[in-house]
């Protein structure tokens, strides 16, 4: 799935989409997304001086990006938005630096009427970079 497709599932738009393509979705249950993490990101230039890296909080906004195209491609959620409804078990094990292609993984473990939960992994090159529990709230 590219950005263009992306852009019809998720309302997310420049500079705060932080997705460029879906790699695999089983829609309703999993969702592999890619970033490619560049120099260029307005963040990079206070996030550090000198010393460039991705914040935490902003990897965990696209891991809840590429859960919200997993949900909301669900016929029924379809033209929603997935908002933040919680972010539990939070953990960062390293840097996510320009040049690093974050992968974005997310199972989702349960859906609701009006809500989902998901495991979420990003990693850069294999190794485990965060992770988290996502609560979405679909509105």
Do not use: C, W
Not at 35 to 61: A, C, D, R, S
Not at 114 to 130: D, L, M, P, Q, S
Request: proline letters at 6%; aromatic letters at 8%.
């Amino acid at each position: 799935m590219n950005i263009q497709e992306i852009k019809e599932i998720i309302p997310h738009r420049y500079p705060f989409l932080l997705l460029d393509t879906v790699e695999e979705i089983v829609v309703g249950e999993k969702v592999i997304a890619k970033k490619n993490v560049t120099i260029n990101e307005p963040f990079f230039q206070g996030h550090f001086p000198g010393e460039p890296v991705m914040p935490g909080v902003l990897i965990l906004e696209a891991l809840a990006q590429a859960g919200a195209v997993a949900l909301l491609s669900i016929p029924d959620f379809k033209g929603k938005t997935a908002y933040f409804g919680g972010i539990d078990k939070a953990k960062f094990r390293q840097k996510v630096v320009p040049g690093d292609t974050l992968m974005l993984e997310v199972e989702i473990m349960k859906v609701k009427s009006r809500a989902g939960i998901g495991k979420g992994t990003a990693t850069v090159n294999g190794k485990k970079v965060a992770e988290a529990e996502l609560t979405f709230m679909i509105g």
